[in-house]
């Protein structure tokens, strides 16, 4: 069986994770803030907070950014639908916007559209999705959002590694935070970066990055200068004047939640991390072999670009009798997937009030995508295989 994605757990990742169930922490040890250093590391950004998952990592995030009943926020439809509930999650009204038919990413034309179409301050934010692996270019978004007094928060599941060139010729990676305010990912097993579960926040703000700390953990705070009740109160006695508080007080301050991650997961994790530029050169490689066996094949009514700064989560393809595709890719043991259903399309969502025709290239794309498998250990022979199934399908088969 050939799944589109796969997790590639080493001798190493084993002995990593062997060690830290032998340390005397499984959660809320020191392994989890050496995992976020070495991912902020790689990112290029000052903070991050480790979590229990993506979805996680998102509702975090809308918590700290301050999402309230109401609030609009924009994001896309052809994403995974936690992109998209963070949001209603705060109470907030998700507003899609349709894709790039090109890149399959939010198109910045229609989010200016929408936005120009009402009184500035009617949205507060925008979730751009670094779909497939694609990254955005967070800097066009910037000046947008800064034009309209918007945050933005960059779902770069699909993106660790991956980045864009900015006008200054700067490489700028996903999830850097130098131009949105906050950034999450995944560690789910088809990711760049597999913990079982788990997912990270990135941020350059450091308010939001204490905030994010707490929220973490059920709203405690540990900090003596933020301390609200007093220093009697908390001994449980009365006290000299200069008394300190007692070494077991913390304060719940606002109601957060238990979204911590594990130090096993982030024994994993920083074992993955450290061969997670390799991962990414394989996927290249394999993407590159992909274009060149489809570029003269009229079947293919688009495809993945190869572009630099592309993580290569996904690779995409656009197809006729997509579902013929899928069942015969099926038979013959190799498990495509589609990625997405429109999110906007989903019951929860229609029944909040979208529609079919509302995002019409988004739903073009739908009709025609398939996801091709697309890992690491994906083999060579394997990869053949799988490309001459699909040429043999349109060729020969049907
Ligand atoms: C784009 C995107 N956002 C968010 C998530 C949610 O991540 P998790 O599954 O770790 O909760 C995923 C994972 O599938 C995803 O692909």
Redesign the pocket.
């Known amino acids: 069986m050939i799944p589109y994605g796969k997790q590639n757990i080493t001798k190493e990742d084993i002995q990593a994770v062997a060690k830290a169930l032998k340390s005397d922490f499984l959660t809320q040890g020191p392994t989890i803030l050496e995992f976020e250093i070495a991912f902020s590391t790689y990112i290029g950004c000052k903070y991050s907070v480790a979590v229990s ?6 509702h975090l995030s809308t918590l700290a950014l301050g999402v309230q009943e109401g609030d609009k926020v924009i994001t896309t439809p052809i ?5 998209a509930n963070c949001i209603r999650y705060c109470g907030g009204e998700v507003v899609f916007a349709d894709i790039d038919s090109d890149t399959y990413l939010l198109d910045i034309n229609k989010v200016e559209t929408l936005l120009k179409a009402s009184p500035k301050g009617t949205y507060k934010g925008i979730v751009p ?3 497939a692996g694609r990254a955005v270019n967070l800097e066009a978004f910037r000046k947008l959002a800064d034009e309209y007094g918007l945050w933005i928060l960059e ?1 770069s ?2 993106s660790p590694g991956g980045f864009f060139i900015d006008s200054k010729g700067i490489k700028q990676n996903c999830g850097n935070g130098n131009y949105a305010n906050l950034a ?1 990912f ?3 097993p ?2 760049h970066i597999a913990t079982g ?3 990270m926040i990135t941020t350059n703000d450091e308010n939001i990055y204490k905030k994010l700390l707490e929220l973490r953990t059920h709203g405690i705070t540990r900090d003596v200068a933020s301390f609200k009740n007093s220093v009697e109160f908390a001994v449980g006695q009365q006290v000299e004047k200069e008394a300190n508080y007692p070494g077991w007080y913390m304060e719940m301050q606002h109601l957060g939640y238990n979204y911590r991650f594990t130090d096993f997961q982030a024994a994993l994790g920083i074992s993955q991390l450290s061969r997670a530029n390799v991962g990414i050169e394989r996927r290249k490689e394999i993407a590159r072999k992909y274009d060149e066996s489809f570029s003269n094949h009229a079947f293919i009514k688009g495809q993945s670009t190869f572009i630099e700064g592309h993580a290569y ?1 996904l690779y995409v393809i656009e197809v006729d009798d997509r579902v013929g595709l899928y069942n015969y890719l099926r038979e013959n043991k190799i498990f495509a997937q589609i ?1 997405y259903i429109p999110c906007h399309l989903m019951p929860y969502y229609r029944e909040l009030g979208s529609k079919v025709g509302d995002y019409p290239v988004a739903e073009e794309y739908y009709k025609n995508c398939i996801s091709l498998p697309m890992y690491p250990t994906l083999s060579e022979e394997e990869q053949t295989y799988v490309i001459n199934t699909i040429i043999n399908y349109y060729q020969n088969a049907n």
């Open positions: 998952n993506g979805t996680a990592a998102l994403t995974f639908a936690a992109s999705v670094d779909f779902d599941c699909h999450i995944s560690f789910h088809v990711k579960e788990g997912g989560h990625h």
